[in-house]
């Protein structure tokens, strides 16, 4: 049976279930059979995805933050962060991709993936969802455990002057600090990984894979498993914004902004100028070769 839209596009049903699905709903399937006119308006276009990256990211940082705010330390946070991202992209990444990240926007962004008006209130988003986050976070931990993690506050780690016995003889080591520069590179490093694997894993036309929220999850989990002994691991201005205005701990805190940004915006142009598949570069387009005979 042939079904045919306005614009005359020949539809092929072959289901007969299908068919009476199409007449309840007086929709028609578009080519690809995952897009259907109605998805065609502001709400679905607009709107929900707004409400995935606003909840969403509410609930990863939330999550993250009992987990960073537990005993288990790091490798608590970096599973917590990374897990709950894994599940939550694996669950709504077909609505809004799943960033609840400004520097993951800011890196699909410049990757050529979406409009500038739309990154903007993706970002928008993103920063409400850590704030209420952090919001929740104080509501509903004690009080000690809250003032003992800085409220999942991102800072650069101090390190106390000690003692050690080296070979037989006392070393006085004098207090140390992980520096603002340091934490800056450290922050922009890992966030270059993370928004590279991103945009190989889940957008571009010849890597991309179905098991891209795992590979996302793993490697935020791994990045934090790697720094968060020397700057907490945020990668995320959402997730240490929240933090740092109901704690009240700005020591630093635009390391948080300056690193992740910088790592997503290499990321974003190394990818639209090297790394994407030919119909996804900027400069640098596949040619066309003749043999001759």
Not at 12 to 22: A, G, Y
Not at 140 to 168: E, M
């Amino acid at each position: 049976m042939t079904l045919q839209t306005s614009e005359q596009t020949e539809i092929f049903v072959t289901s007969p279930d299908e068919i009476t699905f199409i007449k309840k709903t007086n929709t028609i399937k578009n080519v690809d059979g995952n897009i259907i006119p109605e998805d065609n308006n502001k709400f679905i276009q607009v709107i929900r995805p707004l409400l995935v990256e606003l909840i969403g990211t509410a609930l990863f940082v939330l999550i993250g933050l009992w987990g960073a705010c537990s005993s288990g330390g790091v490798i608590a946070a970096a599973l917590s962060f990374g897990l709950a991202l894994m599940v939550l992209a694996a669950s709504f990444g077909h609505i809004s991709g799943v960033h609840f990240n400004p520097s993951v926007t800011i890196g699909v962004l410049i990757a050529g993936e979406m409009q500038p008006v739309m990154a903007i209130l993706y970002v928008v988003m993103q920063l409400l969802g850590g704030i209420a986050a952090a919001g929740l976070l104080r509501l509903l931990l004690a009080t000690y455990t809250y003032a003992g993690c800085k409220g999942g506050a991102t800072l650069l780690t101090t390190y106390a002057a000690v003692n050690r016995t080296v070979d037989n003889r006392v070393v006085y080591y004098t207090a140390d600090y992980v520096t603002f520069w340091q934490g800056i590179l450290i922050e922009a490093i890992v966030t270059f990984v993370l928004v590279t694997v991103i945009l190989m894993v889940a957008l571009d036309t010849k890597s991309k894979t179905g098991l891209a929220p795992v590979l996302i999850g793993f490697t935020l989990a791994v990045n934090i498993l790697a720094i968060g002994a020397y700057t907490s691991g945020s990668l995320n201005p959402a997730r240490s914004l929240g933090p740092a205005i109901f704690s009240n701990e700005w020591e630093y805190h635009y390391v948080y902004w300056i690193g992740p940004l910088v790592g997503a915006i290499v990321a974003g142009f190394l990818y639209r100028t090297v790394w994407a598949h030919h119909d996804r570069r900027m400069f640098v387009k596949r040619t066309t070769t003749v043999a001759k005979h």
